[in-house]
């Protein structure tokens, strides 16, 4: 398993003012996020699409961006998910290249999965447990969503890596066996 993305440096990140006055800017983002590859038949309401663009803190600073995650099975490239999101740091820290790493990341889906959790009385917002749900945090990398297992079940499937020191977490669990977790320390793991 690899988790490739390209962490933005210092001026990539705007002030979300910015952002709000790129209505052109918007549509793409939006486009990235919830009408990508992996949803053609899950569409997202644009109304939910305005809510995750508008979102934002006046003490940060932003850059858009998408995270993947490949996976390898016998040295050979089988699969692969991703989110678009928002990375995000202090405004502060704009401007000093010793900050780049601060920064976090959190994909669209997870943004729609925890406002889905929020309000459990509004319409289906489109949370889709099947595409990726990527944050990056301070501290680790978080990776979650659900495929089709062998037997034609659904398997929900979670991933941490612990940044400091490349440790990881597997989770695999199903309705038809029991959980299990596999653990282990990332062969090369580069911030």
């Keep these: 398993m690899t988790v490739d993305f390209n962490l933005p440096h210092g001026i990539a990140y705007k002030p979300y003012s910015h952002y709000l006055s790129e209505g052109v800017l918007r549509r793409a983002e939006q486009l990235d996020a919830f009408l990508g590859p992996s949803t053609p038949n899950h569409p997202v309401d644009s109304s939910i699409q ?5 979102e934002h803190f006046d003490f940060e600073v932003y850059d858009f961006g998408t995270v993947d995650v490949h996976e390898y099975r016998n040295g050979l490239h089988s699969d692969w998910v991703s989110d678009h999101g928002k990375w995000s ?11 780049d790493d601060d920064a976090t990341f959190e994909g669209a889906y997870v943004w729609l999965a925890r406002h889905t959790g929020v309000d459990k009385d509004a319409t289906d917002i489109g949370d889709d447990p099947e595409h990726a749900h990527i944050t990056i945090g301070e501290s680790a990398i978080y990776v979650s969503y659900r495929f089709e ?7 929900d499937y979670g991933l941490k890596i612990q940044k400091s020191t490349g440790r990881f977490t597997e989770t695999f669990s199903s309705s038809s066996v029991d959980a299990f977790e596999h653990a282990g320390t990332c062969m090369m793991f580069k911030q």
């Design 149 to 155: 297992n062998n037997s034609g079940g659904k398997t």
């Design 89 to 99: 740091r202090p405004s502060g820290t704009q401007n000093d290249p010793a900050h």
């Design 50 to 54: 305005d809510q995750w663009f508008n």
